[in-house]
């Protein structure tokens, strides 16, 4: 079977017991980046097998992973930090195990935009998880969407891109759009900063210090 394993965000205390039994137990283990996963492993004494599998290999090994638990292998899936295939490498490989009947466990866990989202104190009775922002192709056509919603949304963004992104989003979604930009959440410096678009927008220009991974929240 294939187990869906989440990987502590920043506080490794966030790691559950069922998770490290099951990494564990399993034949293998798939890690989006082999060296990161190894420190996490390593603190918890899980000496089980790695494989790379991330979105440049996914496709090309999907067949011989589902052949591999086919015939009686175990495997768990994990991503450098969060669960699995939300913003990450895993739908693949999931849905390759559902068509061969094989059956998936996932296992409740860590997430950036769960407490991002509760922490916010915006409207979270319905919410829409937009995650990654395009780039460039696809992006402005995102935005506009966003700006119809009638309910909060959450996405993440990378700190060399907050400032353009909050632009973008007061551009859109008008400058006293309620909001809060959480950051480096389970992480020692966590912070969860809530005001209108503009006003979080200047507060970074000026006196923030926008690090580590960001979820942006933004309500209605």
Same mark, same amino acid.
């Given at each position: 079977?294939?187990?869906?394993?989440?990987?502590?965000?920043?506080?490794?205390?966030?790691?559950?017991?069922?998770?490290?039994?099951?990494?564990?137990?399993?034949?293998?283990?798939?890690?989006?980046?082999?060296?990161?996963?190894?420190?996490?492993?390593?603190?918890?004494?899980?000496?089980?097998?790695?494989?790379?599998?991330? $979105?440049?290999?996914?496709?090309?090994?999907?067949?011989?992973?589902?052949?591999?638990?086919?015939?009686?292998?175990?495997?768990?899936?994990?991503?450098?930090?969060?669960?699995?295939?939300?913003?990450?490498?895993?739908?693949?490989?999931?849905?390759? @195990?559902?068509?061969?009947?094989?059956?998936?466990?996932?296992?409740?866990?860590?997430?950036?935009?769960?407490?991002?989202?509760?922490?916010?104190?915006?409207? @979270?009775?319905?919410?829409?998880?937009?995650?990654?922002?395009?780039?460039?192709?696809?992006?402005?056509?995102?935005?506009?969407?966003? $700006?119809?919603?009638?309910?909060?949304?959450?996405?993440?963004?990378?700190?060399?891109?907050?400032?353009?992104?909050?632009?973008?989003?007061?551009?859109? @979604?008008?400058?006293?759009?309620?909001?809060?930009? @959480?950051?480096?959440?389970?992480?020692?410096?966590?912070?969860?900063?809530?005001?209108?678009?503009? $006003?979080?927008?200047?507060?970074?220009?000026?006196?923030?210090?926008?690090?580590?991974?960001?979820?942006?929240?933004?309500?209605?």
């Amino acid at each position: 079977m294939l187990y869906i394993v989440p990987t502590p965000i920043g506080n490794l205390e966030d790691m559950t017991f069922r998770a490290i039994r099951i990494l564990k137990e399993v034949a293998m283990i798939l890690a989006e980046d082999t060296r990161t996963s190894r420190k996490l492993l390593d603190h918890f004494e899980i000496k089980t097998p790695l494989r790379a599998y991330h $979105a440049h290999n996914e496709h090309a090994i999907v067949t011989n992973l589902v052949e591999q638990m086919q015939g009686g292998l175990s495997i768990a899936l994990i991503s450098d930090a969060g669960t699995p295939a939300i913003s990450d490498p895993g739908f693949l490989l999931v849905r390759a @195990c559902h068509r061969a009947h094989i059956r998936v466990e996932c296992l409740p866990g860590a997430t950036a935009f769960v407490p991002a989202l509760v922490a916010s104190g915006l409207p @979270c009775d319905t919410f829409h998880y937009e995650g990654f922002l395009p780039h460039k192709k696809g992006r402005m056509t995102r935005l506009k969407y966003l $700006a119809t919603l009638e309910n909060t949304f959450v996405l993440y963004e990378s700190p060399h891109r907050l400032l353009k992104c909050l632009e973008e989003l007061i551009t859109h @979604c008008g400058a006293e759009r309620p909001a809060a930009v @959480c950051r480096e959440i389970s992480k020692l410096h966590e912070e969860v900063k809530t005001d209108t678009l503009e $006003a979080l927008s200047n507060y970074y220009k000026t006196d923030g210090i926008a690090k580590g991974e960001i979820a942006i929240v933004v309500g209605v």
